[in-house]
């Protein structure tokens, strides 16, 4: 059974720095698409950052790109996102999230970890 399990989230002040890691089990990745996701109050679910386990290839939502970056680790199975220079907008739950590369909707998701930007 495969299973994300975040950790690393909590409170940090604007302008401020958090490092979130997915550890990732239960199956292989190989031609998956892991990634992060993001869920703000009274707001739809939104993809933040993806790397393709096999390649690295990666990607970002235009509002995180210079701030935010992802790595995967192939042998400790983990997924982290570096987050720096954090706004309240960032303010959120992030998932860890796992899809087949072939698919086009999110076939596992992790608990999720509160994020709050507050000054």
């Known amino acids: 059974q495969v299973r994300l399990v975040e950790s690393g989230g909590g409170s940090v002040q604007p302008g401020g720095s958090l490092r979130l890691s997915c550890a990732a089990s239960?199956?292989?990745?190989?031609?998956?698409?892991m990634g992060w996701y993001r869920q703000a109050p009274g707001k739809e679910r939104e993809r933040v950052a993806t790397i393709t386990w096999n390649m690295g290839t990666t990607y970002y939502a235009d509002s995180v790109k210079g701030r935010f970056t992802i790595s995967r680790d192939k042998d400790k199975v983990t997924v982290d996102l570096q987050m720096k220079s954090l706004t309240p907008e960032d303010t959120a739950i992030y998932y860890c999230?796992?899809?087949?590369?072939?698919?086009?909707?999110?076939?596992?998701w992790g608990q999720g970890t509160q994020v709050t930007v507050s000054s």
């Open positions: 999230a796992a899809r087949r590369s072939a698919a086009t909707v999110v076939n596992f």
């Open positions: 239960g199956r292989t990745f190989t031609n998956y698409v």
